[in-house]
């Protein structure tokens, strides 16, 4: 098999037109196609027709930066500045919108200039990604033919917002085909997550845009996307198993002539890591890797409350849990953690959530590791990724605590599987703070 490309870091969204490409107009209008083709992006265009013409038609006294980790918009007036501007992202995956009258002379000395920036380097074949965007069809068509396999036109917003979604989603998937063939299976789980929220909102994008047909149809990849998740899931989890065992194994070849004292065994590698425990019984998180996203994959969703007490069941552990218990109320609740969760000593920190919550009555009995109660609302959701990042913020401090102790004995492979893991869990805190960035922007604007 050939090497596969490196997958597109930085996808640019260029916007060039007379009208829209003023830093303080049609703010709303950018945005919506900014949040909404970002699949990390946790803002999207509402379904509905009323909320849509609201946010792209409103007008703004403000100017505002499209920029995230993945994602960015610039918008231009002027042919040569966008043309410049182009010429430093040349090797960045860019998608291009325009006018018309701006697109007959700057798509010309595009495709002279950037071809290779519009053209799939797996297969050679151009992205269709130049997008025209204007009143008169009929006057686009006459001169875009000739460049007929890179240019889609539309006349209506909502209309290329939808082909846009659309043609992202199924990037990302051709993507994960070829990471999930080539055993690259941590790349292949995000980009088929970028994919499916993709995939979803193009469908409400269908409903929005023929409302006769208001019921949502699920697109038919989803399923297939599902699919390839829990194979590349899987593979990731018995790679890490791997992993673990590998280490055991020098581990004990280390200390098998280590003094034992009494019953206690020092714990193995990384064996009493902070790890992050979501107790869910009755099922209220209804799409984890959206709920939970960047941190679904350090979570152990647990369901069942016997798998969760045998888990714990540890010393060596330690577990920071997130509790949801919709159907208790506030009296029954504390028998439950007494029964349930006090008992262990794996667990080090935990955070309650459940209907109507007080939690006062709760750390009097519960002690210092309750750090907090939650009444479940529609911010249930946000809250328990903020337990995620205080978790994952633990397990960095531990990686570096323990980085430095190896590297301190001259045990420099060891050091490195504790750096290796702390870069890997900082990268996820950078997504989080990204996301929280745009969910923090968009309440403002709204």
Same mark, same amino acid.
């Given at each position: 098999m050939s090497k596969l490309p490196h997958l597109p870091e930085k996808y640019n969204i260029v916007w060039l037109d007379a009208h829209i490409g003023q830093l303080d107009f049609c703010v709303q209008l950018k945005r919506a196609f900014f949040t909404h083709v970002d699949p990390e992006s946790g803002q999207e265009v509402s379904p509905t027709n009323q909320d849509i013409d609201q946010f792209i038609l409103n007008q703004s006294d403000f100017s505002a930066t499209f920029d995230s980790f993945h994602f960015s918009l610039r918008t231009f007036t002027n042919v040569e +500045?966008?043309?410049?501007?182009? @010429?430093?992202?040349?090797?960045?995956?860019?998608?291009?919108?325009?006018?018309? !009258?701006?697109?007959?002379? +700057?798509?010309?000395?595009?495709?002279?200039?950037?071809?290779?920036?519009?053209?799939? +380097?797996?297969?050679?074949?151009?992205?269709?990604?130049?997008?025209?965007?204007?009143? @008169?069809?009929?006057r686009a068509v006459q001169w875009a033919r000739s460049h007929r396999n890179y240019i889609q036109i539309f006349d209506i917003e909502t209309d290329l917002l939808a082909r846009l979604t659309r043609d992202l989603a199924d990037e990302f998937f051709e993507h994960a085909e070829e990471r999930l063939e080539a055993n690259d299976d941590k790349a292949a789980i995000e980009r088929l997550s970028w994919s499916k929220s993709l995939f979803i909102r193009y469908d409400k994008l269908i409903c929005l845009s023929e409302p006769e047909n208001q019921k949502l149809k699920p697109s038919k990849i989803l399923k297939e996307i599902d699919e390839m998740l829990d194979i590349a899931e899987k593979r990731v989890r018995q790679q890490q198993e791997n992993t673990s065992d590998e280490v055991s194994k020098v581990m004990k070849m280390v200390s098998k002539d280590a003094l034992v004292l009494g019953s206690a065994y020092p714990p193995q590698l990384f064996e009493?890591?902070?790890?992050?425990? !979501?107790?869910?019984? @009755?099922?209220?998180?209804? @799409?984890?890797?959206?709920?939970?996203?960047?941190?679904?994959?350090?979570?152990?969703?647990?369901?069942?409350?016997?798998?969760?007490?045998?888990?714990?069941?540890?010393?060596?552990?330690?577990?920071?849990?997130?509790?949801?218990?919709?159907?208790?109320?506030p009296h029954q609740v504390l028998p439950f953690v007494q029964q349930n969760v006090l008992g262990y000593p794996s667990v080090q920190l935990f955070y309650l959530f459940f209907a109507n919550s007080n939690g006062n009555n709760l750390a009097a009995n519960c002690g210092p590791k309750l750090i907090e109660c939650h009444s479940i609302t529609s911010r249930a959701s946000a809250q328990t990724r903020v337990v995620c990042a205080r978790a994952n913020d633990l397990n960095i401090a531990y990686c570096e605590s323990h980085r430095v102790q190896y590297e301190n004995q001259g045990d420099n492979s060891v050091a490195n599987l504790f750096a290796e893991q702390k870069l890997d869990r900082v990268s996820l805190q950078l997504k989080y703070n990204q996301q929280l960035r745009r969910e923090f922007e968009q309440q403002l604007f709204e």
């Open positions: +500045a966008c043309l410049n501007y182009i @010429d430093e992202i040349q090797n960045h995956r860019i998608i291009f919108i325009t006018s018309s !009258i701006l697109g007959e002379p +700057a798509v010309e000395q595009l495709i002279k200039r950037y071809a290779h920036s519009f053209t799939n +380097a797996r297969t050679n074949e151009p992205y269709n990604s130049i997008y025209i965007f204007c009143a @008169d069809i009929s009493d890591e902070p790890t992050l425990i !979501i107790f869910d019984h @009755d099922g209220y998180l209804v @799409d984890p890797p959206i709920d939970l996203k960047p941190f679904t994959r350090i979570a152990n969703i647990i369901n069942n409350q016997t798998t969760f007490t045998e888990r714990l069941n540890y010393p060596n552990r330690s577990f920071i849990i997130a509790i949801i218990l919709p159907r208790l109320n």
